[in-house]
Protein backbone atom coordinates (compact mmCIF):
# COMPACT_ATOMS: atom_id res chain seq x y z
CA UNK A 1 0.00 0.00 0.00
CA UNK A 2 1.58 3.25 -1.04
CA UNK A 3 2.36 6.63 1.82
CA UNK A 4 0.67 8.79 1.67
CA UNK A 5 2.13 11.83 -0.62
CA UNK A 6 3.63 15.04 1.19
CA UNK A 7 2.32 17.98 2.10
CA UNK A 8 4.43 21.26 2.50
CA UNK A 9 3.62 25.07 1.84
CA UNK A 10 5.47 28.05 0.49
CA UNK A 11 6.00 31.70 1.94
CA UNK A 12 2.63 32.38 0.10
CA UNK A 13 0.83 29.71 2.58
CA UNK A 14 0.22 27.70 -1.11
CA UNK A 15 0.21 24.08 0.11
CA UNK A 16 1.47 21.77 -2.58
CA UNK A 17 2.25 18.25 -2.65
CA UNK A 18 5.60 16.54 -3.46
CA UNK A 19 4.93 13.03 -5.25
CA UNK A 20 8.97 11.88 -4.40
CA UNK A 21 8.14 12.05 -0.71
CA UNK A 22 5.77 10.64 1.70
CA UNK A 23 4.11 12.35 4.78
CA UNK A 24 5.33 11.87 8.15
CA UNK A 25 4.04 11.75 11.75
CA UNK A 26 5.72 12.54 14.73
CA UNK A 27 5.08 11.37 18.63
CA UNK A 28 8.35 12.82 20.64
CA UNK A 29 11.09 11.23 18.62
CA UNK A 30 9.22 8.59 17.12
CA UNK A 31 8.58 9.10 13.47
CA UNK A 32 6.51 6.87 10.81
CA UNK A 33 5.13 7.03 7.61
CA UNK A 34 1.85 7.65 6.83
CA UNK A 35 -0.21 5.73 5.21
CA UNK A 36 -4.14 5.14 3.64
CA UNK A 37 -4.77 2.70 6.81
CA UNK A 38 -4.01 5.10 9.57
CA UNK A 39 -5.49 7.89 8.82
CA UNK A 40 -8.76 9.27 7.21
CA UNK A 41 -9.90 11.78 5.17
CA UNK A 42 -9.80 15.47 6.47
CA UNK A 43 -12.51 15.72 8.68
CA UNK A 44 -15.42 18.61 7.38
CA UNK A 45 -13.97 21.44 9.00
CA UNK A 46 -10.99 21.02 9.71
CA UNK A 47 -8.58 23.49 8.61
CA UNK A 48 -4.94 23.40 7.48
CA UNK A 49 -2.28 25.34 8.82
CA UNK A 50 1.10 25.70 7.78
CA UNK A 51 4.59 26.12 10.27
CA UNK A 52 6.28 29.05 10.16
CA UNK A 53 10.27 28.68 11.58
CA UNK A 54 10.36 25.30 11.01
CA UNK A 55 11.03 22.69 8.36
CA UNK A 56 8.98 19.63 7.57
CA UNK A 57 10.43 15.73 8.07
CA UNK A 58 9.51 13.49 5.22
CA UNK A 59 10.30 10.30 3.47
CA UNK A 60 12.25 10.08 0.47
CA UNK A 61 10.73 7.74 -1.38
CA UNK A 62 13.49 7.34 -3.24
CA UNK A 63 16.80 7.50 -0.92
CA UNK A 64 14.40 5.24 1.69
CA UNK A 65 15.19 7.55 4.37
CA UNK A 66 13.75 10.05 6.78
CA UNK A 67 15.35 13.89 5.68
CA UNK A 68 14.54 17.05 6.90
CA UNK A 69 13.76 19.85 3.94
CA UNK A 70 14.11 23.68 4.05
CA UNK A 71 13.77 23.75 0.30
CA UNK A 72 11.15 22.82 -2.73
CA UNK A 73 13.72 19.99 -4.42
CA UNK A 74 12.21 21.15 -7.47
CA UNK A 75 12.50 24.84 -6.68
CA UNK A 76 15.74 25.24 -4.51
CA UNK A 77 15.30 28.74 -4.51
CA UNK A 78 11.51 28.52 -2.31
CA UNK A 79 11.59 27.95 1.47
CA UNK A 80 8.93 25.28 2.42
CA UNK A 81 7.46 24.41 5.56
CA UNK A 82 5.63 21.97 7.39
CA UNK A 83 2.05 22.01 7.04
CA UNK A 84 -0.78 20.18 9.55
CA UNK A 85 -4.54 19.68 10.43
CA UNK A 86 -6.02 21.58 13.03
CA UNK A 87 -8.64 18.44 13.14
CA UNK A 88 -12.61 19.08 13.68
CA UNK A 89 -14.25 18.00 17.26
CA UNK A 90 -14.75 14.74 17.77
CA UNK A 91 -11.19 13.30 16.26
CA UNK A 92 -8.23 12.58 18.48
CA UNK A 93 -5.01 13.29 16.62
CA UNK A 94 -2.92 9.88 17.03
CA UNK A 95 0.40 12.12 15.26
CA UNK A 96 1.50 15.03 14.70
CA UNK A 97 2.71 17.49 11.77
CA UNK A 98 6.33 15.88 11.48
CA UNK A 99 8.99 18.58 11.68
CA UNK A 100 12.28 20.14 13.27
CA UNK A 101 12.70 23.82 14.31
CA UNK A 102 15.11 26.52 13.65
CA UNK A 103 17.07 27.62 16.35
CA UNK A 104 14.88 30.95 16.68
CA UNK A 105 11.56 29.62 16.45
CA UNK A 106 8.93 30.83 18.19
CA UNK A 107 6.01 29.25 19.82
CA UNK A 108 2.75 27.94 17.66
CA UNK A 109 -0.62 29.46 18.37
CA UNK A 110 -2.61 27.37 20.54
CA UNK A 111 -3.90 24.93 18.49
CA UNK A 112 -3.48 21.26 17.69
CA UNK A 113 -1.22 20.52 14.71
CA UNK A 114 -1.95 17.12 13.23
CA UNK A 115 -0.03 15.02 10.72
CA UNK A 116 -2.04 15.22 7.30
CA UNK A 117 -1.09 13.93 4.10
CA UNK A 118 -2.47 13.78 -0.08
CA UNK A 119 -4.11 10.84 -1.65
CA UNK A 120 -6.26 10.43 -4.76
CA UNK A 121 -7.10 14.11 -4.33
CA UNK A 122 -8.25 14.37 -0.73
CA UNK A 123 -6.52 15.39 2.41
CA UNK A 124 -5.92 13.04 4.78
CA UNK A 125 -5.29 13.13 8.60
CA UNK A 126 -4.04 10.48 11.25
CA UNK A 127 -6.97 10.83 13.39
CA UNK A 128 -9.33 8.17 14.86
CA UNK A 129 -12.96 9.22 15.91
CA UNK A 130 -14.10 9.46 19.10
CA UNK A 131 -17.32 10.96 19.03
CA UNK A 132 -20.26 10.97 16.13
CA UNK A 133 -22.50 13.38 17.14
CA UNK A 134 -22.79 16.19 14.88
CA UNK A 135 -22.97 18.90 17.85
CA UNK A 136 -20.65 21.36 16.31
CA UNK A 137 -20.67 20.04 12.62
CA UNK A 138 -20.59 23.82 11.09
CA UNK A 139 -22.98 22.44 7.85
CA UNK A 140 -25.54 22.77 10.80
CA UNK A 141 -24.81 26.02 11.76
CA UNK A 142 -26.06 28.83 8.74
CA UNK A 143 -25.44 32.20 9.05
CA UNK A 144 -28.83 33.44 8.55
CA UNK A 145 -30.06 31.10 10.95
CA UNK A 146 -27.67 32.63 13.77
CA UNK A 147 -28.81 35.85 12.98
CA UNK A 148 -32.32 35.19 13.30
CA UNK A 149 -31.06 33.75 16.71
CA UNK A 150 -29.44 37.02 18.11
CA UNK A 151 -32.45 38.84 17.14
CA UNK A 152 -34.36 36.84 18.80
CA UNK A 153 -33.12 36.72 22.00
CA UNK A 154 -32.21 40.37 21.82
CA UNK A 155 -36.20 40.69 21.75
CA UNK A 156 -36.20 38.27 24.88
CA UNK A 157 -33.28 39.26 26.95
CA UNK A 158 -32.77 42.85 26.18
CA UNK A 159 -30.54 43.74 28.78
CA UNK A 160 -28.44 40.45 29.70
CA UNK A 161 -25.28 40.85 29.40
CA UNK A 162 -24.44 37.66 29.02
CA UNK A 163 -26.56 37.58 26.00
CA UNK A 164 -24.26 40.23 24.38
CA UNK A 165 -21.51 38.76 25.46
CA UNK A 166 -22.32 35.28 23.38
CA UNK A 167 -22.89 37.06 20.50
CA UNK A 168 -19.65 38.79 20.17
CA UNK A 169 -18.48 34.87 20.87
CA UNK A 170 -20.48 33.70 18.02
CA UNK A 171 -19.72 36.67 16.03
CA UNK A 172 -16.14 37.64 15.89
CA UNK A 173 -14.21 34.61 17.25
CA UNK A 174 -16.78 32.29 15.76
CA UNK A 175 -17.18 29.78 18.61
CA UNK A 176 -19.71 27.20 18.03
CA UNK A 177 -20.84 26.43 21.25
CA UNK A 178 -22.22 30.05 21.24
CA UNK A 179 -23.79 29.88 17.85
CA UNK A 180 -25.70 26.61 19.02
CA UNK A 181 -27.48 28.72 21.82
CA UNK A 182 -28.44 31.17 19.18
CA UNK A 183 -29.62 28.30 16.99
CA UNK A 184 -31.35 26.67 19.74
CA UNK A 185 -29.58 23.09 19.95
CA UNK A 186 -27.78 20.79 22.13
CA UNK A 187 -25.14 22.87 25.01
CA UNK A 188 -25.42 26.85 25.34
CA UNK A 189 -22.21 28.30 27.34
CA UNK A 190 -22.54 30.18 30.41
CA UNK A 191 -19.32 31.89 30.87
CA UNK A 192 -19.03 33.55 34.27
CA UNK A 193 -15.75 33.92 35.94
CA UNK A 194 -13.21 36.83 35.43
CA UNK A 195 -10.56 35.09 37.37
CA UNK A 196 -8.67 31.61 37.22
CA UNK A 197 -6.86 29.92 40.23
CA UNK A 198 -4.13 28.17 37.52
CA UNK A 199 -1.87 29.19 34.83
CA UNK A 200 -2.22 26.86 31.93
CA UNK A 201 0.31 26.67 29.73
CA UNK A 202 -2.18 26.76 26.93
CA UNK A 203 -4.73 29.15 28.48
CA UNK A 204 -7.01 30.20 25.44
CA UNK A 205 -7.56 33.65 27.07
CA UNK A 206 -5.41 34.78 29.03
CA UNK A 207 -1.33 34.37 28.92
CA UNK A 208 1.57 35.33 30.76
CA UNK A 209 3.44 34.14 28.28
CA UNK A 210 3.60 37.30 25.41
CA UNK A 211 4.86 35.23 22.85
CA UNK A 212 1.76 33.26 22.50
CA UNK A 213 -1.52 35.01 21.21
CA UNK A 214 -4.80 34.30 23.20
CA UNK A 215 -7.48 32.94 20.94
CA UNK A 216 -10.05 35.15 22.63
CA UNK A 217 -10.44 37.55 24.77
CA UNK A 218 -11.77 36.83 28.62
CA UNK A 219 -15.12 37.91 29.99
CA UNK A 220 -14.79 41.30 31.42
CA UNK A 221 -17.59 40.91 33.93
CA UNK A 222 -19.16 38.91 35.94
CA UNK A 223 -22.91 38.21 35.13
CA UNK A 224 -25.56 38.20 38.20
CA UNK A 225 -27.45 35.17 39.29
CA UNK A 226 -30.53 36.93 37.38
CA UNK A 227 -29.13 36.97 34.42
CA UNK A 228 -27.41 33.65 34.46
CA UNK A 229 -30.49 32.15 34.82
CA UNK A 230 -32.82 34.07 32.70
CA UNK A 231 -30.47 33.23 29.80
CA UNK A 232 -30.09 29.56 31.25
CA UNK A 233 -33.56 29.09 30.88
CA UNK A 234 -34.51 30.60 27.53
CA UNK A 235 -31.95 27.62 26.44
CA UNK A 236 -33.64 24.78 29.01
CA UNK A 237 -37.31 26.13 27.95
CA UNK A 238 -36.82 25.90 23.74
CA UNK A 239 -34.62 22.71 23.44
CA UNK A 240 -34.73 18.74 24.23
CA UNK A 241 -32.29 17.06 26.42
CA UNK A 242 -30.86 20.71 26.36
CA UNK A 243 -27.57 21.42 28.25
CA UNK A 244 -25.71 24.39 29.51
CA UNK A 245 -21.98 24.17 30.72
CA UNK A 246 -20.20 26.71 33.28
CA UNK A 247 -16.56 26.95 32.09
CA UNK A 248 -15.42 28.12 28.83
CA UNK A 249 -12.47 29.01 26.79
CA UNK A 250 -13.83 32.68 27.03
CA UNK A 251 -13.52 32.59 30.96
CA UNK A 252 -11.51 31.37 34.05
CA UNK A 253 -12.13 28.47 35.99
CA UNK A 254 -16.17 28.63 37.21
CA UNK A 255 -15.63 27.77 40.61
CA UNK A 256 -14.05 31.35 41.62
CA UNK A 257 -17.42 32.77 40.31
CA UNK A 258 -19.50 30.25 42.84
CA UNK A 259 -21.26 33.63 44.72
CA UNK A 260 -23.03 33.76 41.69
CA UNK A 261 -23.22 30.16 39.82
CA UNK A 262 -24.72 28.45 43.40
CA UNK A 263 -28.10 31.00 43.59
CA UNK A 264 -28.37 30.71 39.96
CA UNK A 265 -28.68 27.28 40.04
CA UNK A 266 -31.31 27.47 42.50
CA UNK A 267 -32.91 29.78 40.87
CA UNK A 268 -33.16 27.71 37.70
CA UNK A 269 -33.66 24.41 39.51
CA UNK A 270 -36.76 26.04 41.33
CA UNK A 271 -37.99 26.52 37.97
CA UNK A 272 -37.68 23.90 36.07
CA UNK A 273 -36.38 20.02 36.14
CA UNK A 274 -35.74 20.22 32.44
CA UNK A 275 -32.07 19.86 31.19
CA UNK A 276 -28.58 19.29 32.31
CA UNK A 277 -26.61 21.64 34.20
CA UNK A 278 -22.75 20.81 33.72
CA UNK A 279 -19.63 22.49 34.84
CA UNK A 280 -16.43 22.67 33.09
CA UNK A 281 -13.65 23.32 35.74
CA UNK A 282 -10.35 22.57 37.03
CA UNK A 283 -11.65 20.45 40.22
CA UNK A 284 -9.23 23.12 42.47
CA UNK A 285 -11.77 23.52 44.95
CA UNK A 286 -13.37 20.33 46.30
CA UNK A 287 -15.66 21.77 48.77
CA UNK A 288 -17.45 24.47 46.43
CA UNK A 289 -17.88 21.49 43.78
CA UNK A 290 -19.94 19.48 46.91
CA UNK A 291 -22.02 22.53 47.28
CA UNK A 292 -22.42 22.91 43.92
CA UNK A 293 -23.85 19.35 43.26
CA UNK A 294 -26.15 19.62 46.16
CA UNK A 295 -27.68 22.71 44.68
CA UNK A 296 -28.81 21.22 41.74
CA UNK A 297 -25.31 20.46 39.35
CA UNK A 298 -26.11 17.21 37.51
CA UNK A 299 -22.50 16.92 35.96
CA UNK A 300 -19.04 17.93 35.99
CA UNK A 301 -16.28 17.53 33.94
CA UNK A 302 -12.74 18.32 35.19
CA UNK A 303 -9.94 18.98 32.94
CA UNK A 304 -6.60 17.18 32.94
CA UNK A 305 -3.23 16.76 30.79
CA UNK A 306 -2.08 13.88 33.07
CA UNK A 307 -3.23 11.51 36.28
CA UNK A 308 0.12 12.03 37.19
CA UNK A 309 1.07 14.76 39.96
CA UNK A 310 3.96 16.48 38.31
CA UNK A 311 3.28 16.39 34.75
CA UNK A 312 -0.27 17.99 36.05
CA UNK A 313 1.20 20.88 37.75
CA UNK A 314 4.07 21.30 35.43
CA UNK A 315 1.21 22.35 32.72
CA UNK A 316 -1.71 23.98 34.93
CA UNK A 317 0.68 25.54 37.31
CA UNK A 318 -1.91 25.73 40.19
CA UNK A 319 -1.61 28.80 42.48
CA UNK A 320 -3.49 28.03 45.55
CA UNK A 321 -4.45 24.57 44.82
CA UNK A 322 -2.76 21.01 44.22
CA UNK A 323 -3.67 17.59 42.17
CA UNK A 324 -5.27 15.95 45.53
CA UNK A 325 -7.61 18.73 45.41
CA UNK A 326 -8.66 18.11 42.08
CA UNK A 327 -8.80 14.07 42.87
CA UNK A 328 -10.96 14.95 45.95
CA UNK A 329 -13.24 16.82 43.91
CA UNK A 330 -13.36 13.59 41.49
CA UNK A 331 -14.61 10.98 44.30
CA UNK A 332 -16.94 13.84 45.90
CA UNK A 333 -19.08 14.19 42.25
CA UNK A 334 -18.67 9.88 42.10
CA UNK A 335 -19.77 9.54 46.53
CA UNK A 336 -23.11 11.61 45.12
CA UNK A 337 -23.78 9.39 42.33
CA UNK A 338 -23.60 12.40 39.88
CA UNK A 339 -21.87 12.38 36.20
CA UNK A 340 -18.78 12.73 36.24
CA UNK A 341 -16.11 13.35 32.69
CA UNK A 342 -12.55 14.03 32.74
CA UNK A 343 -11.73 16.57 30.22
CA UNK A 344 -8.43 14.70 28.88
CA UNK A 345 -5.72 17.11 26.90
CA UNK A 346 -3.81 14.56 24.49
CA UNK A 347 -0.63 14.94 23.01
CA UNK A 348 0.90 12.21 21.00
CA UNK A 349 4.35 11.21 22.28
CA UNK A 350 3.46 12.04 25.68
CA UNK A 351 -0.70 10.68 26.36
CA UNK A 352 0.19 7.58 24.95
CA UNK A 353 3.73 6.86 26.84
CA UNK A 354 3.64 3.53 28.92
CA UNK A 355 4.12 5.37 32.17
CA UNK A 356 0.66 7.75 31.35
CA UNK A 357 -0.93 4.91 30.58
CA UNK A 358 0.03 3.09 33.86
CA UNK A 359 -0.78 6.31 35.68
CA UNK A 360 -4.32 6.38 33.91
CA UNK A 361 -5.41 2.57 34.30
CA UNK A 362 -4.57 3.09 38.34
CA UNK A 363 -6.59 6.18 38.11
CA UNK A 364 -9.42 4.93 36.27
CA UNK A 365 -9.41 1.98 39.04
CA UNK A 366 -9.26 3.87 42.35
CA UNK A 367 -12.10 6.51 41.17
CA UNK A 368 -14.44 5.14 38.45
CA UNK A 369 -15.46 8.04 36.23
CA UNK A 370 -18.21 7.78 33.58
CA UNK A 371 -16.51 9.50 30.38
CA UNK A 372 -13.18 10.52 29.32
CA UNK A 373 -13.29 13.18 26.66
CA UNK A 374 -10.20 12.73 24.34
CA UNK A 375 -9.43 16.45 23.37
CA UNK A 376 -6.33 17.48 21.92
CA UNK A 377 -4.13 19.55 23.41
CA UNK A 378 -4.03 22.63 21.58
CA UNK A 379 -0.24 23.64 22.85
CA UNK A 380 3.02 23.49 20.95
CA UNK A 381 3.70 19.98 20.65
CA UNK A 382 7.81 20.59 20.64
CA UNK A 383 7.20 22.26 23.52
CA UNK A 384 4.93 20.48 25.63
CA UNK A 385 6.71 17.27 25.08
CA UNK A 386 10.49 19.42 26.24
CA UNK A 387 8.37 20.85 29.50
CA UNK A 388 7.12 16.77 30.29
CA UNK A 389 10.60 16.12 30.09
CA UNK A 390 11.42 18.23 32.66
CA UNK A 391 9.15 16.33 35.64
CA UNK A 392 9.38 12.84 33.65
CA UNK A 393 11.93 9.97 31.78
CA UNK A 394 10.38 9.90 28.34
CA UNK A 395 9.66 6.51 27.13
CA UNK A 396 8.59 5.10 23.37
CA UNK A 397 4.85 5.84 22.98
CA UNK A 398 2.92 2.81 22.26
CA UNK A 399 0.61 4.61 20.03
CA UNK A 400 -2.39 7.05 20.19
CA UNK A 401 -4.97 3.82 18.80
CA UNK A 402 -3.00 0.96 21.14
CA UNK A 403 -3.66 3.41 23.81
CA UNK A 404 -7.68 3.96 23.34
CA UNK A 405 -7.37 0.33 22.64
CA UNK A 406 -6.21 -0.73 26.35
CA UNK A 407 -8.28 1.79 28.00
CA UNK A 408 -11.49 0.51 26.54
CA UNK A 409 -10.36 -3.38 26.83
CA UNK A 410 -9.99 -2.39 31.06
CA UNK A 411 -12.87 -0.55 31.46
CA UNK A 412 -15.81 -1.72 29.28
CA UNK A 413 -18.66 0.03 30.68
CA UNK A 414 -16.26 3.52 30.44
CA UNK A 415 -17.86 5.77 27.92
CA UNK A 416 -15.58 7.51 25.13
CA UNK A 417 -16.80 10.51 23.43
CA UNK A 418 -16.36 14.57 23.11
CA UNK A 419 -19.01 16.15 24.06
CA UNK A 420 -20.88 16.85 27.26
CA UNK A 421 -23.91 14.53 27.31
CA UNK A 422 -27.41 15.42 28.36
CA UNK A 423 -28.98 13.26 31.38
CA UNK A 424 -30.72 11.43 29.55
CA UNK A 425 -27.76 9.45 28.27
CA UNK A 426 -25.88 9.25 31.57
CA UNK A 427 -24.73 6.06 32.53
CA UNK A 428 -24.13 5.94 36.43
CA UNK A 429 -21.24 3.17 36.64
Not at 75 to 94: H, K, L, Q, W, Y
Not at 134 to 151: A, S, W
Request: with cysteine.
Amino acid sequence: MKPLKALVANQKGEIFDLPDYAAVGMAADKLITLSPKATKNMPYGSELMYLPDRHPILFDLKANRYEVLSRNPDRPDEPIFPVAAFNSPGFVNTYVSAYREEPEADFLPLFSYGAVGWQAGKFRSAVVRVDRQRRQDLRLMPYDRIIDGINDMQKKLPKNRLRAHLENCALVYGCPAAKNFFLGRSEAPIPTSRRCNAQCRGCLSLQTNNNIPVSQQRIKFTPSPAEIADLALAHLDRVKQGIISFGQGCEGDPLLAYRVIHPAIQIIRSTTTRGTINMNTNGSKPDLVAKLLGAGLDSVRISLNSVRPDCYEAYFQPKDYRFRHVLKSIEYAINKGKYISVNYLNCPGFTDTPAEYDALKSFLTQLPINMIQWRNLNFDPQRYWNLMQTVTTPTNPIGMVTLLDRVRIAFPALKFGYFNPPKEKFHII
